[in-house]
């Protein structure tokens, strides 16, 4: 089953926009991270953001978290052509079996 | 951070043969893995969790005699599709959570996973 949803589904930007997508997720969290994925390959890491955590910077890379709303958001500033991939949010459920389980993507397409 | 390694990295197989994937950690004791499972331009999905010397969790919808799970160690999963057909074709994704101990992270950290395509 899926947690989380992502918007939006596929965005196409500029090379030099920023590229914002959010994930919108439905139980209590312990952590939520990020991860890309290039066509057909394994999944790279980009950040984790913990449950108390509301914000954190890597790079180019903006993480907000809002546990009220249970929902993420992923800005990517100053894009690159190399960022075009598929984003996905994955939340790790607090509680009960510790499990995680991933949104359902958006596909970014950063044009040069 | 940690590395979890997948072997192989892509099989093609016969339809009516099993395929065996191993899953590894190699720096660190992994007391649960999970596997998930990618069909082209999807998510990936939760197919089961299996901790150490006890039987897997098989999520909704997974057959559990079609899907096996062995975590004989706490270093090793494997996953064997057993009788494989053209419908389970797909993208297999190991992951391996290490247990820091109580209050810290127990994150999750993924193999680079294996490309299964059935003829």
């Known amino acids: 089953s899926q947690q989380g949803e992502e918007d939006p589904q596929a965005l196409s930007i500029q090379e030099g926009e920023n590229a914002t997508m959010n994930c919108s997720y439905k139980t209590s969290i312990n952590n939520l991270q990020w991860y890309r994925q290039n066509s057909g390959r394994g999944l790279v890491h980009l950040i984790l953001?913990?449950?108390?955590?509301r914000e954190k910077h890597s790079g180019r890379l903006r993480v907000t978290l809002d546990t009220s709303k249970k929902s993420s958001s992923l800005l990517i500033t100053a894009s690159r052509a190399a960022d075009t991939a598929s984003y996905f949010c994955a939340t790790d459920a607090s509680g009960g079996y510790q499990k995680v389980t991933f949104g359902t993507g958006t596909k970014l397409q950063v044009i040069p | 951070g940690a590395v979890v390694s997948q072997h192989p990295s892509w099989v093609i197989c016969k339809s009516g043969t099993s395929v065996k994937i191993e899953c590894r950690s190699l720096d660190f004791q992994a007391t649960t893995m999970f596997w998930y499972r990618q069909f082209p331009k999807q998510s990936l999905m939760l197919m089961a969790t299996?901790?150490?010397?006890?039987?897997?969790?098989?999520e909704q919808g997974v057959e559990k005699d079609k899907f096996l799970i062995n975590h004989a160690s706490l270093t090793l999963s494997t996953l064997t599709v057993t009788s494989a057909h053209p419908e389970d074709s797909s993208f297999y994704i190991c992951?391996?959570?290490?247990?820091?101990?109580?209050?810290?992270?127990?994150?999750?950290?993924f193999g680079p996973g294996t490309r299964l395509t059935v003829l």
């Open positions: 992951s391996a959570r290490q247990n820091l101990g109580r209050g810290l992270g127990n994150e999750q950290f």
């Open positions: 299996s901790n150490e010397g006890s039987k897997a969790t098989y």
């Open positions: 953001i913990r449950s108390n955590e």
